[in-house]
């Protein structure tokens, strides 16, 4: 496709194909959020990644738009990176999700820079922009090693100015209440902070099937999604003293989740188990992932103990 390239007295054309800009694009979308989800420390899956990656490629076609004003340019990019980075990643608060957008946003800096670096270098007639986007038909070996390059840079500062972590991966964790106890698989994801208001404590959040069996049938009326009216638990219920309403904030708005304390939590990673006597667990109405885990566990709760 033929697209004017320029303003007034400089106007000139120049063809653009599409199938060579979608799937460069696609590339380096795909890219650039591999080194936001390794930055955030945030664990997703391929199939996301690809249709994050493709929304990017999508929001590339905008360089056959006549050219719009740079704030209308601008807001039409906030709004697709937004949407690029909710479909490619599970981003469970506002702290999270804007500590990701600034990542994202900061590789694609660093890659833009990089890449017009060495394609000004190389070539520099033949390039385009418009919309805010940029196009030029640039050479396999230069787009491989730009990204190779930004990756390089990005991973190195990472390393050396960012607080050292445990990297996301799925533990054992096994609940104990009154005797009994409840096993199950969860993420430790370091983008998850809950903690219960009044003490701070760190806050396990679990599906309701996976912690049924340790709520006593009076009492499940107020964790059960399909009956949750939040009331406090019987006075008579021994419950009443473990019960607590948490607070939550996602990207999608917030609201309140049903919790309880138990007795004792056990982590392990297969080699180490580690006895978490402090801590509360909230009660998820919803699914948390596609089978691979049924809890969300808050870094705070092993921190320093298990490496």
Not at 143 to 157: N, Q
Not at 205 to 215: D, M, N, P, Q, R
Not at 257 to 265: H, M, N, Q, T, Y
Request: hydrophobic share 50%; proline share 7%; aromatic share 10%.
């Amino acid at each position: 496709m033929v697209v004017p390239n320029g303003t007034g007295d400089d106007i000139m054309k120049q063809t653009v194909y599409v199938d060579i800009l979608f799937a460069v694009n696609l590339f380096i979308n795909y890219f650039l959020l591999c080194l936001t989800a390794k930055v955030t420390r945030i664990h997703t899956k391929r199939w996301r990644m690809l249709a994050g990656s493709a929304l990017g490629a999508v929001y590339s076609l905008f360089i056959f738009f006549p050219e719009i004003p740079s704030l209308l340019s601008a807001a039409a990019k906030l709004i697709f990176s937004i949407t690029i980075l909710l479909a490619a990643l599970p981003i469970h608060s506002i702290k999270v999700f804007l500590k990701t957008l600034a990542c994202f946003f900061g590789a694609n800096f660093l890659f833009a820079g990089l890449m017009m670096a060495l394609w000004l270098f190389v070539s520099p007639n033949n390039l385009m922009i418009n919309n805010g986007v940029v196009y030029f038909n640039i050479s396999p070996l230069i787009l491989i090693g730009g990204a190779a390059v930004s990756y390089l840079i990005l991973s190195m500062i990472h390393r050396f100015t960012l607080r050292k972590a445990p990297d996301n991966k799925i533990y054992t964790v096994t609940i104990e209440v009154d005797g009994q106890t409840a096993t199950m698989d969860a993420l430790l994801d370091t983008g998850h902070s809950l903690t219960e208001s009044i003490s701070d404590l760190p806050v396990l959040l679990a599906e309701y099937k996976s912690v049924e069996k340790l709520i006593p049938s009076q009492v499940r009326p107020v964790f059960e999604p399909s009956q949750r009216v939040f009331p406090v638990p019987p006075e008579d219920s021994s419950w009443r003293r473990r019960f607590r309403v948490v607070p939550f904030h996602s990207v999608g708005g917030g609201g309140v989740l049903p919790a309880f304390r138990p007795d004792s939590i056990t982590v392990t990673d297969g080699q180490h188990p580690v006895r978490v006597p402090k801590s509360f667990v909230a009660v998820s109405g919803t699914h948390l992932s596609d089978g691979e885990y049924e809890a969300l566990m808050n870094p705070d709760m092993i921190e320093n103990t298990i490496k």
